[in-house]
């Protein structure tokens, strides 16, 4: 193939010259490229363009500048909510963030048997699984008012900052233990190979070497852990009590005083910490390429009985207060009453899933997840493909490719803010939309759109060019050639976008919270409902149910693709041989 292939082009070297006529193929590609394109813009960027006009303008419609944004910073309350978001952040990120990498560096930097970082990397991974308001429902009845070790506090009480902080840890440190791991797994063994002919002793091995090497994973973790905080709703809703901060007073002013203006200034100044970690991440990742070079040789630890022990001990340690916090939930759907009547019942389940008004909430769930999945991934795929392997387009594509990142830089409750503000105006011909299921599976792919689509560039930057190119020559259409090859060779990354997708979407709170309708509402939502009424037994269940329909889905996904690849994979099993 390639000796046939090397007197054409590549697929992006042949862009069409000026006064060159377009083939159909190329046609199709632009047509498919600009409605994708066209759906970001729509669901993307013109919601956050409305609230920045929603923030400069009164209730009327009239111009005010920034005289909101005045108001806002001249009120106590509304800027001790920003002060709060900004510290509570960050002393996560101090607790998260060095936890992980302890956590990351035994699963690395030890010689630890497999099955011991396999399985912990499972528990240590549960959390992405389950919605933000598990955490928080567990923690209250670990040490609550009627909490279980509510004594081990000393008269504190867990709701308000206590509480966010050790919910809003669980809830990010597999979010940093997966950065640490990448940045800890691409050390180069020849400067450890180097430092021990030099005598040089294991703590200045740390110091100069590994800490170096990983500082920009540490970095993204940093910008990853805080973003995550500060946008966050599902945690301080449920725990946060009195304590305000930037997420719930958006929800505050939006719901509960239908102050769309300030509610718009609120989501600006959300936006402002995201859009900032973003740009420090996006740098971070461009100087993290050039980490490795090709004479790099993997790093092998060598074994050392007390650190490693140590190290181990600390896995255990953080794996029990992970299995502790998700077994608390699970504990609490089936009992009676706590902490009155602890006998076993399976009544919280039937409450919500037949009983209650939230009956359709963990079906609605389940259709979303599995539209998202199917429909993002066809979605997040085609447009890799058609920025990475289509001819000419160059503008198109940076502006496609810009608006593909840029929505990791939008937290969701200000996606959902911008879709209340833009689809629920009478003008909009879209209207109809808002409240439907639709515009919530658009929302989730939008929402988690970065991500899949970073992941398909991956993927398809590993194919040469020069099947495009051989296939243009020989006059066979890009889409055969997208099915019979690009999509058998990136179909592991292709499956993979579609588990996360669905897992995410099954947990997503803060992007549907403003977009359901009494028809359409979402467990996830509905756990919140259940909370504020004091239903803790049935909200630990339907929560509890989305936790193992995840672990179900990714089980199946497992068994399934095991089937797939070995069909559509069997090329590389012959290459290896």
Wanted: charged share 10%.
């Amino acid at each position: 193939m390639n000796a046939l292939a090397r007197p054409y082009p590549s697929a992006p070297m042949a862009a069409a010259r000026p006064g060159m006529r377009w083939s159909r193929d190329d046609l199709i590609a632009r047509g498919v490229l600009l409605a994708i394109m066209a759906m970001l813009f729509t669901f993307l960027i013109a919601p956050l363009f409305t609230i920045l006009v929603n923030a400069v303008q009164d209730r009327d419609g009239a111009f005010v500048g920034l005289a909101h944004f005045v108001t806002y910073f001249q009120t106590p309350s509304l800027l001790r909510a920003a002060w709060n978001s900004i510290w509570v952040a960050s002393v996560v990120v101090m607790i998260s963030v060095p936890t992980a990498f302890v956590c990351a560096y035994a699963l690395t930097r030890t010689s630890l048997p497999a099955w011991f970082k396999g399985t912990f990397k499972l528990v240590a991974l549960i959390p992405l699984l389950a919605p933000s308001l598990l955490s928080a429902i567990s923690f209250v009845q670990w040490f609550g008012n009627q909490g279980a070790f509510k004594a081990l506090l000393m008269g504190a009480s867990i709701y308000g900052a206590p509480g966010i902080i050790l919910a809003e840890v669980y809830n990010t440190f597999p979010h940093a233990l997966m950065i640490l791991v990448t940045a800890l797994s691409l050390a180069d063994g020849r400067l450890y190979e180097a430092a021990t002919a030099l005598r040089t002793p294991p703590w200045r091995q740390f110091t100069t070497i590994t800490l170096p090497s990983c500082k920009y994973g540490l970095i993204s973790a940093v910008t990853v852990v805080f973003t995550y905080v500060v946008s966050d709703f599902g945690a301080p809703k449920v725990i946060g009590g009195n304590f305000n901060v930037l997420s719930v007073d958006v929800f505050k002013q939006v719901v509960g005083q239908h102050n769309f203006s300030m509610g718009a200034v609120v989501g600006m100044l959300l936006l402002v910490p995201s859009i900032l970690s973003f740009v420090i991440d996006y740098t971070v990742r461009r100087k993290l390429k050039a980490q490795l070079t090709a004479r790099s040789v993997p790093h092998i630890p060598k074994p050392r009985r007390l650190a490693d022990s140590l190290l181990a001990a600390t896995c255990v340690l953080v794996g029990t207060l992970l299995l502790g916090t998700i077994g608390m939930a699970f504990y609490t759907s089936f009992i009676t009453l706590w902490p009155y009547d602890l006998s076993l019942t399976l009544k919280h389940y039937h409450f919500a899933l037949i009983e209650s008004d939230m009956a359709a909430a963990y079906g609605n769930s389940l259709i979303v997840a599995i539209s998202t999945a199917i429909g993002g991934s066809l979605i997040v795929f085609v447009g890799a493909y058609l920025i990475e392997k289509s001819r000419g387009l160059v503008a198109m594509k940076r502006a496609m490719h810009l608006m593909a990142v840029l929505s990791m830089a939008v937290p969701g409750l200000v996606l959902g803010l911008g879709y209340v503000m833009f689809f629920n105006h009478p003008a909009n011909p879209l209207n109809g939309l808002y409240q439907t299921m639709a515009i919530l599976i658009l929302s989730m792919i939008v929402h988690y759109y970065t991500s899949s689509h970073l992941t398909a560039v991956t993927a398809l930057k590993q194919i040469d060019n020069e099947f495009e190119a051989v296939s243009a020559s020989l006059k066979v259409p890009f889409y055969k050639t997208f099915m019979r090859v690009t999509v058998p060779v990136c179909l592991p990354a292709i499956l993979d976008i579609g588990r996360y997708f669905f897992v995410v979407s099954m947990a997503s709170l803060s992007c549907a919270i403003f977009l359901y309708s009494p028809e359409t509402i979402l467990a996830s939502v509905a756990i919140m409902h259940l909370d504020d009424a004091g239903d803790i037994g049935p909200a630990a269940a339907l929560a509890s149910l989305i936790v193992v329909t995840s672990i179900v889905v990714c089980i199946a996904y497992s068994l399934l693709t095991r089937v797939l690849l070995v069909r559509t994979q069997a090329w590389r099993n012959l290459r290896r041989g």
